[in-house]
């Protein structure tokens, strides 16, 4: 039985051991998505000596399920929508527009409060290390690896600590590289595989940004 991580600065501490070959490398950026993504963020791109940011993506939920993924919207104007469940559940144009609406307003207001006015690094020609604390559909990590592909990276590497394992191998087509540390079966939800899977504030991803910025700053690196 492969035990849970203490929590997610465990977790991206294990993620980083598998990213190793990435460190001292002058292009490379990290870019985590927020919340939860962003403290085991943290943790590979101190690992690995490289510049941190986030990436904000919004998942989209069914009207009246919330909980349930019908998609995600990501920075950049990136929507992907799961046609099998729009197609599935009858769902009409109508309702998935009002809910992307209404997403890409926490979405704007998460990219201000993240970056107080910062823009976002520049990704252009570097490799991309994008970091979850975890891949149950994929549907979240697929829009940003989506809007990230857009800006013209090198390379896109998908990276998180735990992730089903059907769901690590669906991104050859938009990933140059799947980085999934534990892949359990039966996987059931990413939250089973953490002993502290409490929700990350908005606080804690300043203050994460801000102390890996001046840690980069201290070193003459780029932030």
Aim: net charge negative; aromatic share 6%; glycine share 8%.
């Amino acid at each position: 039985m492969v035990r849970p991580f203490a929590d997610r600065r465990e977790a991206g501490r294990e993620l980083a051991s598998h990213l190793s070959q990435y460190r001292g490398r002058t292009d490379v950026s990290v870019l985590a998505l927020p919340r939860g993504g962003v403290p085991v963020g943290f943790e590979v791109a101190d690992a690995i000596d490289a510049p941190l940011d986030v990436f904000v993506v919004r998942k989209l939920g069914m009207p009246g399920h919330p909980e349930f993924a019908m998609g995600a919207i990501a920075s950049g104007g990136i929507r992907v929508l799961s046609e099998d469940v729009v197609r599935g559940y009858s769902i009409p144009d109508s309702a998935v527009d009002a809910v992307t609406r209404s997403e890409l307003l926490e979405l704007e207001r998460r990219e201000r409060e993240y970056r107080e006015g910062r823009p976002l690094t520049d990704i252009a020609g570097r490799v991309v290390i994008l970091v979850d604390d975890g891949l149950a559909t994929g549907s979240t990590m697929r829009a940003a690896a989506q809007a990230v592909r857009a800006l013209g990276p090198a390379r896109v590497i998908v990276a998180v600590p735990v992730g089903a394992p059907e769901t690590c191998e669906q991104f050859g087509d938009i990933a140059d590289d799947t980085v999934c540390a534990r892949t359990p079966e039966p996987f059931s939800a990413v939250g089973l595989w953490y002993r502290d899977f409490s929700q990350t504030t908005d606080e804690e991803v300043r203050v994460l940004l801000d102390r890996h910025a001046q840690r980069m700053a201290a070193a003459g690196r780029r932030p």
